[in-house]
């Protein structure tokens, strides 16, 4: 299976660097009102999943020639849960969401918690708006940016143990981060790659780019 494109209705401040994520052979799936970043990016999407509270006024869902995937609207997920639930059953290789920062804080904070479900472990799923991406690393994680990029390293949910970092200013040594420390906080990438690995724990990645 392709990688899969997930549009989140958030926020998303830089289309341009949003484009350059994007490939040819991805599958797009539209969380809700996320369609209308698919729409201003001038892309087609194959899925459209949500009880379809939130879709642009101009839109008409009967003109879609996808797939719609339609829930009610009294349910106990959000449309973005439902997208990654979705995209999951289709074995992809990795799940980039967009879309699903900024804004409303509580959103944003349930789109990063969602990351954190142990049904995600098998997969590589991120959260990305074109400045920031961010995902759990569970066992070792590569971050792919550029020398002058930040990276920071919060231990999610409890203590991390044997953190080792490579291609970073500040490099971390089989030390352990807590949850209520700020010591992994705003790192610097020294090349186009970095690599962080752990021993136990969630350790959630915010890599910011800075070019």
Not at 37 to 61: K, M, Q, T
Not at 112 to 132: P, Y
Not at 188 to 197: I, K, L
Request: proline share 4%; charged share 20%.
């Amino acid at each position: 299976m392709p990688r899969i494109i997930i549009f989140a209705n958030g926020n998303l401040p830089h289309h341009e660097n949003a484009r350059a994520l994007l490939r040819n052979d991805e599958l797009i799936v539209a969380a809700d009102g996320g369609i209308r970043h698919v729409f201003e990016l001038g892309l087609i999407a194959n899925i459209l999943i949500g009880d379809l509270d939130s879709l642009p006024a101009e839109f008409d869902p009967a003109t879609f020639d996808g797939e719609i995937v339609l829930f009610p609207k009294d349910k106990n997920e959000t449309d973005l849960e439902l997208a990654i639930q979705h995209a999951l059953t289709l074995n992809p290789h990795q799940v980039l969401i967009l879309g699903a920062l900024g804004g409303r804080m509580d959103q944003t904070l349930a789109n990063i918690t969602l990351l954190s479900h142990e049904r995600l472990s098998a997969f590589d799923v991120r959260l990305n708006d074109g400045v920031e991406e961010i995902f759990f690393c569970r066992d070792q994680a590569q971050i792919e940016g550029r020398s002058g990029d930040i990276v920071s390293l919060i231990p999610w949910g409890g203590v991390v143990t044997g953190v080792v970092t490579s291609g970073l200013r500040w490099a971390l040594k089989n030390e352990t981060l807590y949850p209520d420390k700020t010591r992994g906080i705003s790192n610097d990438m020294t090349g186009d790659a970095a690599v962080v690995s752990i021993k136990s724990g969630l350790l959630l990645v915010v890599h910011r780019t800075e070019h």
